[in-house]
């Protein structure tokens, strides 16, 4: 059998190869790893595929559609569970073949649908902090963007603004996607134009990470002067549900920005991918987080709590309404 070592302060793999198979990678007598993170990638497909489209069809089937920000939070739900069923029952595909090459225009496509899908929630969770910044701070402005025609606009804009960065490099245009055998993904072609890449990271992490912080920061300020003026707190006024809620999509943020911190920071400062095994614990650790989504709705909102239980029952609203009294009604302007 091949193997691998790799010795004290060296960053290239030492690749003995395989007289049988020529395999020249680090797994090739790794077999229970390769099993093991098959497992993984198979629970977890069915786990975010199942939280997230949950999350998406009790939405709709209660009156939590009414909700603007339960709107962008379908949305997001809805991306999350392409994510899952798409990208990570391909990669489950990929670790049970133990694939050394995959076909390029395949690779094209998968790449381009990964990145497109990542960039789409990362540019959806900075929709959801302006909305919530516009709710706190200027509400004048976020019930004009709160109108359909606005709203629409805002999701077109989070599914299409991705694509001008991952349509490129699917076509070979600026930048591409290769098949790497070390981390058995389809990424960046470390011998293509990586200009694309670091505009994508820029562009889809790192600015809207900046913005995402700027308005959450605000939020967090506009509520401390609040806290001061008043000289008793009211947890049921429209306000207080806000800043609630806005703490909600906070965590979520964070969540996701934990998840995908390292992956983003390996892929720039490790092109050459010296590091296989980093590649693949930063991606997993990010696939993990992207499940957690739908339960840290059901701990921090109790319209959600209700919402699934209700479906899951089997209970949905035939004809549901806005509640006046609600957390997520025009009254807490969400």
Avoid at 123 to 152: D, G, K, P
Avoid at 299 to 305: A, C, E, G, K, T
Wanted: net charge positive; charged share 10%; aromatic share 14%.
């Amino acid at each position: 059998m091949s193997s691998q070592t790799y010795g004290v302060g060296q960053h290239e793999p030492i690749y003995v190869n395989n007289s049988s198979t020529g395999c020249k990678v680090w797994w090739c007598d790794k077999q229970p790893t390769l099993i093991t993170m098959e497992a993984i990638v198979i629970i977890l497909c069915f786990v975010g595929s199942f939280g997230n489209l949950v999350t998406v069809l009790a939405i709709i089937f209660s009156s939590l559609r009414y909700s603007v920000n339960c709107i962008l939070i379908g949305s997001l739900s809805f991306a999350g569970f392409l994510y899952c069923s798409l990208i990570l029952s391909m990669q489950a595909v990929i670790f049970h073949r133990h694939s050394h090459d995959v076909p390029k225009d395949f690779c094209s496509a998968a790449g381009g649908i990964r990145y497109t899908l990542t960039g789409v929630i990362m540019v959806t969770l900075a929709a959801i902090a302006l909305y919530r910044f516009l709710n706190v701070v200027y509400i004048s402005t976020y019930r004009y963007m709160s109108e359909n025609r606005q709203l629409v606009i805002t999701l077109v804009i989070c599914w299409l603004l991705p694509m001008v960065f991952t349509i490129p490099p699917s076509l070979g245009v600026w930048g591409a996607f290769q098949f790497q055998p070390s981390i058995l993904t389809c990424t960046f072609d470390k011998n293509a134009d990586q200009s694309n890449r670091v505009a994508m990271v820029t562009a889809g992490f790192i600015v809207p990470c900046l913005f995402i912080l700027y308005c959450y920061a605000r939020i967090g300020c506009t509520a401390y002067r609040s806290f001061k003026r008043m000289s008793r707190w009211n947890g049921t006024t429209p306000q207080a549900k806000a800043l609630r809620l806005s703490a909600m999509m906070l965590c979520i943020f964070l969540i996701f920005f934990l998840g995908t911190f390292p992956y983003f920071v390996l892929n720039v400062t490790d092109k050459e991918f010296k590091y296989p095994i980093h590649h693949i614990w930063t991606t997993m650790f990010a696939w993990v987080l992207y499940c957690c989504n739908p339960i840290v709705y059901t701990l921090m909102d109790n319209n959600f709590r209700n919402a699934y239980k209700r479906f899951l029952m089997g209970d949905c609203e035939r004809n549901p309404v806005r509640r006046a009294g609600s957390t997520l009604s025009r009254a807490a302007s969400v």
